[in-house]
């Protein structure tokens, strides 16, 4: 193989990888010095040039000129007789190039020297790589499910680097076949056995505010700002946004027209429940538009314990608490606020505690419903089944067996 083929087998193999000619140039350059080096013990006296569009390497050896018998070293020096050969006009102490012949290198050192070569691209490859993506954390990226695993998906963008989504940064209720198209954010890029690993996330708070970002404008050109976002993937969000421009309304924006911005995005994360709020300064707004659907009758704060008291009707508990907890949950993290509910009112002397039904309710469907806020008998009736169906865990028939058990009590 001569330095043509050689050079030419690499400006293909490069094209693969996406490296520019300058750098496949220096990558060339080092690796063919390093050869000399290694040849020579030394590589001053040497020039390597590389003509990446002719696909050519050129070796000169710079040597100086001495009397016939004195030289030391030919890798250096040249006798006078000899130089004249070359050229008539040469004389003693003058500097002449010679080049050095691709075969002089032989057979093994030539394999060497493309071994060398190939490992040089793939870690230049591995280094681009990991560069790149440090770059884009944060960022969405697009790519094709390559291979399904129990713990962890793979994932191949468009130039064929792969990509890992585990199992702990998908929404509980993703399902993936191989071939599909996936999307998710960037979540952190490490580097293991000098080989980047790209971590993709679609839980992350990020990966909302990005698609936030490709469905409203606005949101992108930085008209409405994202203030804070929280989250139970799959289950419910709480996005709080705000407005430089008092003629744009945020939260209408976010939402559009019926729904048509959020729609997508909803589709997005496998139908997540997302609230879009109001931000304020105003802790106690702030926590009133947080909890939403619900609507609060009085609320304490108690700034130095970073604690809210909020008092509702009874039949707004629920909807303050939530779907396993997740409404007040996501409304504490969002304000930075623990909120305590309270029921308003007088207590009901004709109500019964739900624990005092433990020897014919299950322990585990009284927690289901306190979960929901619903502690006594009424406040468990003063709900409909088609209600506690969608805001608990629980089945019809269990429901409908509960509320019998609860209505013979005042029977």
């Known amino acids: ?9 690499f400006l293909e193999f490069k094209e693969l990888k996406n490296i520019d000619k300058q750098t496949m140039q220096h990558v060339l350059e080092d690796v063919f010095r ?10 001053k006296h040497i020039d390597v040039i590389v003509n990446i569009e002719k696909g050519d390497v050129q070796i000169l050896l710079n040597k100086e000129i001495v009397d016939d018998g004195e030289v030391e070293d030919s890798s250096t020096e040249i006798a006078y007789s000899d130089a004249v050969k070359i050229e008539p006009d040469f004389e003693i102490g003058e500097d002449l190039s010679e080049e050095f012949k691709f075969a002089d290198f032989g057979r093994r050192n030539i394999l060497s020297l493309r071994q060398n070569l190939i490992s040089k691209v793939l870690e230049l490859e591995k280094d681009n790589i990991y560069k790149k993506y440090k770059e884009r954390i944060g960022e969405i990226v697009t790519g094709e499910v390559y291979q399904v695993w129990k713990k962890e998906i793979l994932v191949r963008d468009d130039e064929g680097n792969e990509l890992i989504l585990p199992k702990s940064e998908q929404i509980p209720s993703d399902y993936f076949k191989k071939g599909e198209s996936i999307r998710a954010v960037v979540a952190k890029v490490d580097m293991r056995n000098s080989t980047p ?5 679609r839980t992350a708070p990020e990966f909302l505010e990005r698609l936030f970002e490709l469905e409203v404008p606005e949101v992108f050109d930085g008209l409405i700002t994202i203030k804070r976002i929280v989250r139970e993937p799959g289950e419910r969000a709480k996005v709080a946004v705000e407005s430089y421009d008092d003629r744009i309304d945020p939260v209408g924006a976010c939402v559009g027209m019926k729904g048509s911005r959020i729609h997508g995005i909803v589709r997005e994360l496998r139908n997540e429940n997302i609230d879009v709020i109001n931000f304020t300064n105003n802790p106690s707004l702030l926590i009133q538009r947080a909890l939403s659907p619900a609507k609060i009758t009085n609320i304490d704060i108690l700034e130095e314990e970073k604690r ?6 009874p039949d707004q508990v629920s909807l303050a608490i939530g779907k396993g907890g997740n409404n007040i949950k996501l409304a504490s993290k969002l304000t930075g606020y623990e909120i305590d509910v309270y029921r308003d009112g007088e207590v009901d002397i004709e109500d019964v505690d739900l624990d005092d039904f433990a020897d014919e309710i299950d322990g585990w469907i009284i927690d289901e419903l306190k979960a929901i806020g619903c502690d006594t008998a009424k406040s468990v009736l003063d709900l409909t089944v088609e209600d506690l169906v969608s805001r608990t865990d629980l089945e019809e028939e269990t429901i409908q067996e509960v509320c019998k058990i609860l209505r013979a009590e005042f029977e």
């Open 1 to 9: 193989m001569n330095s043509t083929e050689l050079v030419e087998s």
């Open 34 to 43: 390093s050869m000399l080096k290694k040849k020579f013990n030394t590589d």
């Open 197 to 201: 690993v790209i971590i993709l996330s």
């Open 308 to 313: 809210a008291k909020v008092h509702l009707k």
